[in-house]
């Protein structure tokens, strides 16, 4: 079994090869609820949807997230109602709001709805939500705003400087339900190439899911969202820096740390252009490659997979038979 | 100051008419919220948002409810996600509905949702719901089914025979912040051509309501919705017979009763088709005439609103004025 912690769309990409070299069955994603959203009243959750539609080829395929040929009438019509447009809704993924939403209101947990949507979808592998208790990463920002993450990304577009990152409600958050059980069944558990501070960071920053992943006898193995010093795609140079951390390959996995030095990697990917990173990660007690980290098709992804099981000494078959 | 009680489409059509015949600043509008529904988790108020749509032109001119130009992309949606397409709602039209539920669920009353969104709309009259309060019309089938009003018309094209109607919570509902004190104001009340049964009476089934009519002042006058024994539109001949009524256009007026015996109305308006029952309704102590009633121009439904006033003695300007 592999256990995936995963943002969207860096994390559905990977996924979408993961799939490819293992039995989708034997595969859990712990997926990052920190920068869901409520807006009009429903339940957005970004990171479960992208990885739900790229799985499922409904993704627009240039803009990588939201649904192909998405039509905008609602936002339109909103707009017209006064509503400040800052956050777009397409019409066909606004239905999966609002029918998620309806079942969050009769009182069913994120996570009943997320395999009921998965279900729905055909979805081979399992998603889980990290919690079905509200985490909700906020942007502090150096002029002194508390920002829901989505109203500083998508709303301001990360120009607001950030001071600090919080996770409001994970101290308190329990995983959600086949969380914990997965990370210590597991024969793999690999980080997504998502963002550490937004993506990540809100899986880990849930005490048991912590615990889970200090305890557990699988490998964790990561892969760097970060190529020759910038991000493949989202704000992660705007957020590396207001946790100390350069905006470089080898340090977001110096950051992880290795598990030896109490940190949460054995193992971590770098794209080849960042081979020059290899010696610091091998010298914290790391293992660690230098492959190609761009998931341009899914036969790149496919091998990217591959590679990072390997790493840490997992075979992609038989953890598909796991 | 005109008060009408009114439902949907012949209410809408009927204030269309008014509007021309009285200053629209002039006018309090208490509408029907018994057929209100919650779907996907949204508060839908068909009668609401009929009026609204056919006084600002944005009603779908042939269908007569609902949106001109309207999109289905939702629905399709949720279709693909498994839900029976009972209720179709359009695009333009949810925008309307996730508007008001986000506000209901911040806890803002309806009737200050109305006044907000009739304010948005550009409406110059007063839209007030019959009450804050849920009033439900549940229509008990004779084969024993408790069924919503909406899942009975739309979703059963109301062809289950009907034992009996209720309208759940009526009893403790309060009247809406302004309704009685419009009432008893009022210069003249008006019952538009609306449903008696699943329109009219949910409203005057709210305690608070019914004393204000029967302490007021101001004459009270219906126009018949039974033209020569069929109903314009909609489904009252499958109502009329489970309350005891014929479906005829002055039996409806005396079902509504005489104010001298405790009945409602000081007088009723039907059709020149329906001239025959004059004599009953003069009988039982009512004013009433015969006029053209269907209102398929916008001058037609002037003519009959000036018609409606003038048969209780209330000249349409100076109440304009009041």
Not at 194 to 210: D, Y
Not at 226 to 247: D, K
Request: with cysteine; hydrophobic share 45%.
């Amino acid at each position: 079994m592999v256990v995936v912690l995963a943002g969207g769309v860096g994390a559905a990409r990977f996924l979408r090869g993961l799939t490819a070299a293992v039995d989708p069955a034997a595969i859990t994603v712990v997926v990052n609820v920190g920068d869901d959203v409520e807006l009009h009243g429903l339940r957005i959750c970004p990171d479960l949807d992208s990885i739900t539609y790229w799985l499922t080829d409904l993704v627009h395929p240039e803009q990588q997230w939201g649904r192909a040929d998405e039509r905008f009438t609602v936002r339109d019509e909103l707009e017209r109602l006064g509503h400040e447009p800052w956050f777009t809704l397409g019409d066909r993924d606004l239905a999966l709001h609002l029918h998620r939403t309806a079942l969050l209101r009769e009182g069913v947990p994120l996570s009943t709805v997320t395999a009921d949507v998965a279900a729905r979808h055909g979805l081979a592998l399992r998603l889980l939500p990290a919690s079905d208790d509200r985490v909700e990463t906020r942007i502090h920002t150096t002029d002194g705003r508390d920002l829901g993450f989505q109203r500083w990304w998508v709303g301001e577009r990360a120009a607001p400087d950030v001071a600090d990152v919080e996770y409001r409600g994970a101290a308190t958050a329990q995983p959600a339900p086949g969380v914990v059980e997965a990370i210590e069944r597991a024969d793999a558990i690999v980080i997504a190439p998502s963002n550490p501070v937004v993506s990540i960071a809100p899986i880990t920053a849930v005490p048991g899911i912590a615990a889970a992943l200090r305890s557990t006898a699988a490998p964790i193995v990561g892969i760097s969202p970060i190529i020759h010093g910038r991000v493949v795609r989202g704000m992660a140079h705007r957020l590396l820096p207001a946790v100390g951390t350069a905006v470089d390959a080898a340090a977001v996995g110096l950051a992880y740390g290795a598990r030896r030095d109490g940190g949460l990697l054995d193992g971590w990917v770098l794209d080849t252009a960042d081979a020059d990173g290899l010696e610091r990660l091998h010298a914290a007690g790391l293992a660690a490659t230098a492959t190609a980290t761009l998931m341009d098709d899914p036969e790149l992804a496919r091998r990217l997979a591959r590679t990072s099981l390997e790493l840490v000494g997992v075979d992609p078959a038989a953890a598909g038979r796991g």
